[in-house]
């Protein structure tokens, strides 16, 4: 297992892993990060933000998932955890809390707080993220553009 940070030759695996994921949740829907326009490019995307930054973990030469941190609130040092989608195959590894540790300790360097969007049924996903010391927010920060979430979290970072 394998962490590392994007490579363009990466963004075609990713796009898939998130959309098959997103399909398989009946999510392939507007106002879910299935049709973010950055989906096909996301090495460049991130690669082109001050203070971000995306990952890949490969298992077995193979890249099975990845999370990315980027600004939401550069004023209020927010970031916001992005994209952390695992392939099936890949799940229940643990590398879920890897690659959560890795965005994290990025995220340490340059934030304050870290957001992320994402949906009550999704479970498993929302015990990570409440393990992770995240707190469950009654609405969407200010500049949410996921609108099909409806769970939204805040991290204190600790700087």
């Known amino acids: 297992m394998l962490i590392r940070e994007i490579q363009i030759k990466d963004n ?7 959309q098959n ?4 949740l009946g999510l392939a829907i507007p106002g879910s990060a299935y049709f973010d326009p950055q989906l096909s490019h996301l ?4 690669s082109g933000l001050a203070q971000a930054n995306y990952w890949i973990v490969e298992h077995e030469g193979q890249v099975v998932g990845g999370v990315g941190i980027a600004p939401f609130n550069e004023q209020a040092k927010i970031c916001e955890l ?3 989608y695992l392939s099936p195959q890949a799940q229940g ?8 540790e890795t965005a994290l300790a990025f995220a340490q360097k340059h934030y304050n707080y870290c957001y992320l ?12 993220y409440e393990k992770f010391d ?3 927010l009654a609405e969407p920060l200010e500049g949410s553009e996921h609108s099909a ?3 939204w979290y805040l991290k204190h970072l600790n700087n």
Do not use: P, W
């Open 21 to 24: 994921s997103l399909e398989s």
């Open 149 to 151: 979430m409806d769970a």
């Open 43 to 46: 090495q460049q995307y991130y």
């Open 12 to 18: 075609e695996a990713i796009k898939k892993i998130i």
């Open 82 to 84: 992005q994209k952390l």
């Open 117 to 128: 969007e994402t949906m009550h049924e999704l479970v498993a996903a929302c015990r990570l």
């Open 134 to 136: 995240f707190t469950l």
């Open 93 to 100: 590894l643990g590398l879920a809390n890897q690659l959560m």
